[in-house]
């Protein structure tokens, strides 16, 4: 576990974020919910949001780009009921899924590698 934990592995996160982006967004084509308007146009914004950070923490790290991603992650995670697609069960488990895998690895990311002191106990 401590291997993972040093700086250096934090780019494989971004990383995961960028392919559950770009999963998102094409999400609506693949799996066949491109005809039903919300469910598709948060899948492709929500996706794009989270791949554009994913990109923009790949270039040069900063600890908002994190917690916007755990916003992203968390509203993708409830969109499907805030939004009314939830009966759709394709549309809300992958928003479900991915918005979980997001907001544990941007939450992750806040805990491990943000700034904080190490204890000393």
């Not at 960028?18 to 469910?39: C, M, Q, R, T």
């Amino acid at each position: 576990m401590e291997k993972w934990l040093k700086t250096e592995n934090r780019p494989v996160i971004d990383v995961v974020n960028l392919i559950a982006g770009i999963a998102l967004v094409l999400s609506p084509w693949y799996l066949g919910f491109a005809a039903e308007a919300h469910a598709a146009w948060n899948a492709w914004i929500a996706g794009a949001v989270i791949a554009l950070i994913a990109v923009g923490a790949l270039v040069a790290f900063h600890s908002y780009e994190e917690w916007a991603n755990l916003v992203a992650g968390l509203w993708t995670l409830i969109s499907p009921w805030a939004l009314g697609f939830s009966t759709l069960a394709t549309a809300m488990w992958l928003h479900v899924i991915m918005g979980l895998i997001v907001a544990a690895l941007a939450a992750g990311s806040l805990w491990f590698f943000g700034d904080r002191p190490l204890s000393t106990a």
